[in-house]
């Protein structure tokens, strides 16, 4: 079992930055891959970024690519999700989540979420 707690969330305005954190606890943080997912009112919980398990690889969705930067830091048991420039359309909860899987995007390959952090950008 993995209980992942994230931080960091708050109120910012557009074009600010915000680092959120998810810790980690549980069995070894080196064996599984990270996400970060975020969940805007009204809509699905959608993929943001992933990291693979070393920290080698890192993948982004297509709306936060060149802005957010995803990273880990394995002696810490630490994933970050470093926002820059960001947009009202930012606005979300945003949730890290552990997996195994070899395709990191979807939603039902993570086997462990956090309880997610708020993010509001104002305009």
């Known amino acids: 079992q993995v209980h992942l707690v994230e931080s960091g969330g708050g109120l910012v305005q557009a074009g600010g930055s915000l680092r959120l954190s998810c810790a980690a606890s549980?069995?070894?943080?080196?064996?599984?891959?990270m996400g970060w997912f975020r969940q805007a009112p009204g809509n699905k919980r959608e993929f943001t970024a992933a990291i693979t398990s070393s920290g080698g690889s890192t993948y982004y969705s297509d709306s936060v690519k060149g802005r957010f930067t995803i990273s880990r830091d394995n002696a810490k048991n630490t994933v970050y999700l470093q926002m820059n420039s960001l947009k009202p359309e930012d606005t979300a909860v945003y949730y890290c989540?552990?997996?195994?899987?070899?395709?990191?995007?979807?939603?039902?390959?993570?086997?462990?979420w956090g309880q997610g952090t708020p993010v509001t950008v104002s305009s």
């Open positions: 549980g069995r070894t943080f080196s064996d599984y891959a």
């Open positions: 989540a552990a997996t195994f899987h070899p395709v990191r995007v979807e939603l039902k390959n993570y086997f462990s």
